[in-house]
């Protein structure tokens, strides 16, 4: 805007004796309550007028290119209605190559400041920015690139901001592999100008070292696991609680009536839901009491059919009906001679049965079918199951005497839901687990699938979420674990529930605004110190009431801030 060498006269009289006597084009009057440009092309000749439109300080510049359409110039007022200056294409144009200049300086030195690979094409696909984080990265200097076809120096099928260009896909935190040497992560969005695409851009870091250490370690811990689990099956188990994960105070809980139980040989009563993981317990209760040669041997009584439950527990002698095996064959009692019988799902036993399985228990002798000759066993069991068997008496379903029978000592296992905290122990003991089954390492799991986790109600449990991970291991691309890949309960429960299950068990207030990740932290830290004061300060026994190894536990301590 020019605001110099321009003259404002009162009248039309002034500025014409002025213009008479030299050149100049800048020379304004006011007649009417209006502004006039007068002009001459030459002194002494003749002077055009024209009138003037004004604007304000603050109207846009594209309003500006309007007016001057059909204007000359403009003049413009402050805030104060007083008169400023002038604009005309001249002035216009020279303020704007300033002012984009200027902008192009601050361009220039953010593309040459930041680390990151970052590639700008026009709408043919032509380099515009080139920054050195891509010369580092790509081996390609400025100078050779810069108003080049991309496409002259990388295979069209490995550049994703092609992609972008064409679809105006934009890509965020995606790991691209560039070359067959070079994995980047890579945030790409297309240009827009008047609703259309004239260019994308791309911004790259080079992960190929990362990577390369993630599967090393990966192998490494595949390694290790196997290594693992052979000294496990070649040891005697010191922990027969070993397969049961988790440290909540409910879990623990549950464990320690085990552990009541597990001193006598008393009938053992476990009630939980599907999938809890009973009969991991009643396999502790085995190891705990029993000799390790000893037979541990399972019945789902809900999958047996009726007409096959007798023969199945108690066996047949040969010839017993039409279709057996002409050996005869030993039933599961008798399996499970000098071990455990578990009775898995007893409350779904026939009526019939019953009374064979009480009689059974009461005096440890049964007749396989077809036989004449009494076999005498001596076993210990255990039952399970996800009903009231109470109300199955009250309901006439379930003997009493067996009931009664089966319930010497008896405990509940806690639902998922009823311990999220285990969710997190859980999460990444499946997610190490099965990466190694199917060789798929993975990187690490995000908070808004954590998020989505911790809010499920799992009515399947800890089956239920075991299978969500080996879904999410299949899905799983370059490492990485989708939102996107949680099956649709569980975006459902995101998108439909701001609770966690039971937030009571969290420290966190409901006023609390802290993210996800600080509260698990605070709530790892109150569960480290508590475990620390209970073993003493003993980092080796905490370390192994943990189930975590004494480095897993310093690394833990040290991350957290944890002093002794």
């Not at 370690?217 to 000294?231: G, N, T």
């Not at 009584?301 to 002409?326: R, V």
């Not at 029978?405 to 009823?418: A, G, H, I, K």
Request: overall charge negative; charged content about 25%.
């Amino acid at each position: 805007m020019a605001n110099s060498d321009w003259v404002l006269f009162s009248s039309k009289e002034e500025v014409t004796a002025f213009l008479e006597k030299e050149l100049q084009t800048k020379a304004f009057f006011i007649d009417n309550n209006k502004i006039y440009h007068a002009e001459s092309i030459e002194v002494g000749k003749e002077i055009s007028y024209t009138v003037c439109k004004e604007a304000s300080i603050d109207t846009s510049i594209s309003n500006v290119f309007k007016l001057l359409e059909h204007n000359e110039c403009i003049i413009v007022r402050n805030s104060d209605e007083d008169m400023i200056g002038f604009i005309n294409y001249e002035t216009l144009s020279k303020t704007l190559l300033f002012n984009h200049k200027r902008l192009q300086a601050y361009i220039h030195t953010i593309l040459d400041t930041i680390n990151e690979s970052c590639t700008v094409i026009d709408h043919e696909g032509k380099v515009v920015f080139w920054t050195k984080g891509a010369e580092e990265i790509f081996s390609v200097s400025e100078s050779e690139i810069i108003g080049k076809p991309i496409t002259d120096f990388f295979s069209a099928d490995r550049l994703e901001i092609l992609n972008t260009l064409k679809t105006g896909k934009s890509v965020t935190h995606s790991q691209h592999q560039a070359r067959k040497d070079l994995v980047v992560m890579i945030n790409s969005n297309p240009v827009y100008f008047n609703k259309e695409i004239i260019g994308a851009v791309v911004s790259e870091t080079d992960i190929t070292s990362q990577i390369r250490l993630n599967n090393e370690l990966f192998h490494a811990s595949e390694k290790i696991f196997h290594l693992e689990e052979e000294v496990r099956k070649s040891l005697p188990e010191d922990n027969p609680f070993n397969y049961i994960r988790g440290s909540s105070p409910a879990l623990k809980e549950a464990l320690n009536i085990t552990s009541k139980a597990s001193t006598t040989n008393a009938s053992v009563l476990i009630y939980g839901e599907s999938g809890v993981g009973k009969e991991l317990f009643a396999k502790a209760i085995h190891n705990l009491r029993e000799t390790p040669d000893a037979p541990f041997v399972a019945i789902n009584c809900g999958a047996i059919p009726s007409g096959l439950f007798e023969s199945e527990i108690f066996g047949y002698e040969k010839g017993a009906f039409s279709g057996a095996d002409q050996k005869g064959k030993k039933g599961k009692v008798e399996l499970a001679r000098n071990g455990t019988l578990f009775l898995d799902e007893i409350g779904e036993m026939p009526l019939e049965m019953q009374v064979k399985i009480l009689r059974l228990l009461q005096e440890k002798r049964f007749f396989a079918v077809g036989g004449t000759k009494e076999i005498e066993v001596d076993f210990r069991v255990v039952a399970a199951t996800n009903r009231d068997l109470k109300e199955l008496v009250d309901e006439g379903k379930f003997r009493e005497d067996l009931y009664y029978r089966l319930n010497v000592v008896n405990f509940t296992v806690p639902p998922l839901r009823e311990r999220p905290e285990d969710i997190i122990e859980l999460t990444h003991y499946f997610l190490h687990e099965i990466s190694i089954k199917y060789n798929k390492p993975i990187h690490g799991i995000s908070q808004t699938v954590m998020q989505n986790l911790l809010q499920h109600k799992w009515p399947g449990n800890i089956r239920e979420l075991k299978n969500v991970m080996e879904r999410l291991v299949v899905f799983s691309e370059n490492g990485e674990i989708q939102h996107t890949h949680l099956p649709s309960e569980l975006n459902q429960t995101n998108q439909t529930s701001g609770e966690v299950n039971d937030p009571s068990s969290f420290p966190s207030q409901q006023d609390d605004d802290r993210s996800l990740k600080d509260r698990i932290q605070e709530y790892e830290k109150q569960i480290l110190v508590q475990e620390l004061e209970k073993a003493d300060g003993n980092k080796l026994l905490c370390a192994k009431n943990l189930k975590i190894t004494r480095a897993t536990l310093y690394n833990r301590l040290n991350r957290l801030g944890i002093d002794d």
